[in-house]
């Protein structure tokens, strides 16, 4: 197989499995913060702070899988 | 005033300009060329012989910039603070932009870093400053576009024809890149193809890992310094734990190991914070090169107010991760702090 192809599928599954994690991480975040906003209205902009700084978190290990991904592509 | 501009003629007009330009792109009507990615920052000129990359560059403009900022934001301030009136006191412009700046970050660290904020103040609001400025610096108009044209030196780069200085569309044909490479002297070395790429005179200095990865270090070795500074020596008893011998053989070697763990998760700061705002910054500079290599102009403007965002959410992580490491390490692991 040539190097370019195998490449391409290196950083399509790099990025491709990579972003499962993540993907259900910000999902669980995003849903327990709606509940917790639902109980307490009154500590809506609280929660949307915290839930934003855990979502960049968990993005982060996403970005990782991508660096990895571009890295395997481009260097 | 946003409600008056939202009227059905102006949407129809908007929606008339949006059609125009996805319908021309998707014809292949408005190209541009394909983004030449590359992860290292590349020497744009040399001091003697030492290579300074477009990245240090910017990030010299950026450290201007921010020092010009705090010059002309401060020269209102009158002298002796107490004898001022109240009119002289009173922020207005830039000035008032900065406060509400110094004023965001010294609240969070008085909330994480309680009485330590102001030894953590400088430090962690110099590198919020720096890291955001450096992240919104690569959205710039020109930066990432102006530059020096070369051949690339990997054949397999898709290079472009030059028209003078501006480089077009034309895809310049890998069989004259080869022919090229071999009319010129037989020696074996690598000729770059026959087109030309953008080699950009400006880069985002965070899309640089050197950059990154010296504010980590920074960080982390400023947290051994604060660690030192609250506990003394015996901080360093946090790797190096032989406290559990006290109550028995294997808590001991629990507290050993976790001990270990510890000086591993040290090295795991440096490079996720690293890792982390290198990868994010990067990771948008190309999928602005590509959106927009896709569907020029248009499809880009979501993806700039995103990057916009990334660019400041990825300064404030850094600055409250930052502020969490100092405090952590100012409490120790008892949980109980000398001054």
């Known amino acids: 197989m040539e190097v370019l192809g195998l490449k391409a599928l290196g950083a399509g599954l790099a990025i491709g499995f990579g972003a499962i994690g993540p993907g259900i991480g910000v999902g669980l975040l995003g849903s327990k913060a709606m509940e ?17 700084l855990g979502i960049v978190f968990a993005e982060a290990i996403a970005i990782y899988a991508l660096v990895v991904a571009l890295i395997i592509l481009f260097v | 005033m946003l409600k008056r501009l939202i009227t059905p003629r102006n949407l129809g007009i908007l929606l008339i300009i949006i059609g125009i330009f996805v319908v021309s792109g998707a014809l292949g009507l408005l190209k541009i060329p394909k983004p030449f990615v590359s992860l290292a920052a590349e020497p744009i000129f040399y001091l003697g012989s030492f290579p300074v990359t477009n990245a240090l560059f910017t990030s010299w403009i950026v450290m201007l910039l921010l020092i010009v900022l705090s010059v002309l934001g401060t020269r209102r301030i009158p002298k002796d603070v107490e004898a001022a009136g109240t009119d002289e006191l009173v922020p207005s412009g830039l000035q008032n932009i900065l406060e509400m700046i110094v004023e965001f970050v ?43 044209l070369e051949h690339p030196h990997d054949l397999t780069v898709t290079s472009y024809v030059a028209n003078g200085p501006i480089l ?30 953008v080699i950009p005179f400006l880069r985002a200095p965070s899309t640089d890992l050197n950059f990154t990865l010296a504010l980590a270090l920074v960080t982390v070795l400023l947290t ?13 008893t946090k790797f190096v734990d032989f406290s559990g011998f006290k109550q028995g053989v294997m808590s ?48 880009s403007l ?32 008892g949980g109980e702090e000398h001054h």
């Open chain 2, 252 to 299: 001991g070697m629990i507290g050993l190991f976790v001990g270990v763990l510890e000086l591993v998760s040290e090295f795991a700061k440096i490079i996720s914070l690293a890792f982390r705002l290198f990868g994010n910054i990067f990771a948008g500079e190309v999928l602005l090169v590509v959106i927009a290599f896709l569907i020029p102009y248009i499809v």
């Open chain 2, 224 to 236: 051994q310094y604060f660690g030192v500074r609250a506990l003394g020596v015996g901080y360093f």
């Open chain 2, 168 to 197: 077009t569309s034309e895809e310049a044909g890998v069989a004259a890149a080869l022919a090229v490479g071999e009319s010129s002297d037989g020696e074996g070395e690598e000729h770059g193809g026959a087109g030309y790429v």
């Open chain 1, 36 to 52: 917790a906003m639902g109980r307490n209205p009154e500590v809506i902009g609280d929660i949307r702070t915290n839930m934003i």
């Open chain 2, 302 to 333: 979501p993806f700039y107010g995103l990057e916009v965002f990334v660019g400041f959410m990825q300064a404030f992580v850094f600055l409250m991760l930052s502020l969490v490491f100092f405090n952590l390490a100012t409490i120790g692991h």
């Open chain 2, 106 to 148: 010294n609240n969070l660290s008085k909330e994480i870093g309680g009485h330590w904020a102001p030894r953590f103040f400088p430090i962690v609001a110099t590198l919020f400053l720096f890291v955001l400025i450096s992240n919104w610096f690569g959205l710039l108009p020109g930066v990432g576009s102006i530059g020096i």
